[in-house]
């Protein structure tokens, strides 16, 4: 993968960004020295989140086959979820004015 420092991206501009993209679909931003941040195109992006979504399903595919899921009404669920909520909320420290 392509490295850029934060120096090179400052005098270089989107052009030192597009001249290492041209050779790797990733390139990382250091900043002092520490990766810190990851540019790519918008294609590779979008074919990325796609490759996420694909997982995403594929779990839960994986999910339904192995009977990990509920079948309920709307109305259950969400009074699930509240249950849910006021449960954990019950279980967290009171917090402390400042």
Known sequence: M???SANDLKTGGVAAIAAALAEQPEVIISVRGKDRFVVMDMEHYHYLR???LDAALAQSQADVAAGRFVAESAQAHVARLDAMLVAGASHQAPRRKA
Do not use: A, G, K, N
């Open 2 to 4: 392509s490295h850029l």
């Open 50 to 52: 796609e490759c996420e």
